[in-house]
């Protein structure tokens, strides 16, 4: 079993910048891909980052390209998604993501789940 727990979002200022952090549980992370995903009120839940378990590879949506960074830290299991340049369109609960499978959190199908932070963004 993997717990995800997430931290760091808040309230900031279009342009502003954010960085989110996951915590893992378990043994096994260093094994575990690792994604960000986020969901708008009245919206469906979309991909928005993933990084393979050595973090050899990323992922990102269109939107965020250039804007966002994911990154991870084996030795603390830990993932950070950091955010620049931050717009209202980038309002919406972020949630951590993890599965053993990249294309699995690609196909935002992942296995475990974190609670979600909210990340609001002000004009």
């Known amino acids: 079993q993997v717990q995800l727990v997430e931290s760091g979002g808040g309230l900031v200022q279009a342009g502003g910048s954010l960085r989110l952090s996951c915590a893992a549980s378990?043994?096994?992370?260093?094994?575990?891909?690792m994604g960000w995903f986020r969901q708008a009120p009245g919206k469906e839940r979309e991909f928005v980052a993933a990084?393979?378990?050595?973090?050899?590879?990323?992922n990102y949506r269109d939107s965020v390209k250039g804007r966002f960074a994911i990154s991870r830290d084996n030795y603390k299991n830990a993932v950070s998604l950091q955010m620049n340049s931050l717009n209202p369109e980038d309002t919406a609960v972020y949630y951590c993501?993890?599965?053993?499978?990249?294309?699995?959190?690609?196909?935002?199908?992942?296995?475990?789940w974190g609670q979600g932070t909210q990340v609001t963004v002000s004009s």
């Open positions: 993501a993890a599965d053993y499978s990249r294309q699995a959190i690609v196909d935002k199908t992942p296995a475990y």
């Open positions: 990084i393979s378990a050595n973090g050899g590879t990323t």
């Open positions: 378990g043994r096994t992370f260093g094994n575990l891909a």
